[in-house]
């Protein structure tokens, strides 16, 4: 049974390096992104054109931050954890991937911990800026290159 479900894993996954050789997306050039990453992202996303800000797909992968009004508090807080949990679950692996990797986002991160962040809300900020850096890919569909963000 093991051996037959291996096989079939495989055939999926090979299954899945076509389709992503196919669509050839700018988003697998950036460090720590790569084929299933990739195809989650894009699975989850299905048409960037859905979205008219980078704000529309952060609260779609349910980073935004919670707000609470009411007559005169104003609280901003958690993340609302709304929207899909495959796009949020596959942003925050590759966040942590990319503040491994990548020097300007490592230097992020560590700001971010620096200003008193917990490592989880340091590697959420991550994940808020690479959706925007996604967004601005697909929609002008170029790759990434990391010397145009210092």
Known sequence: MISIQSKQINQ????????MAEIDSPITSITGIGVRLGAVILAEIKS???F???GQL?????LEP??????TMDITGHMVKRGSSYLRYALIQAAKLLANYS???KAYLWLKISQGKH???AVSHVAK??????????????TFDERKLR
Do not use: C, D, M, W
């Open 58 to 62: 952060q609260a779609f992968a349910g």
């Open 103 to 105: 020097p300007y986002f």
């Open 66 to 71: 919670s707000i609470y009004q009411s007559g």
């Open 52 to 54: 008219k800000t980078p």
């Open 119 to 121: 490592y989880n809300v």
């Open 48 to 50: 960037i054109h859905n």
């Open 12 to 19: 999926v996954q090979e299954q899945i390096n076509v389709l």
């Open 129 to 142: 800026k690479l959706i925007r850096i996604i967004y601005y890919l697909l929609k002008t569909n170029q």
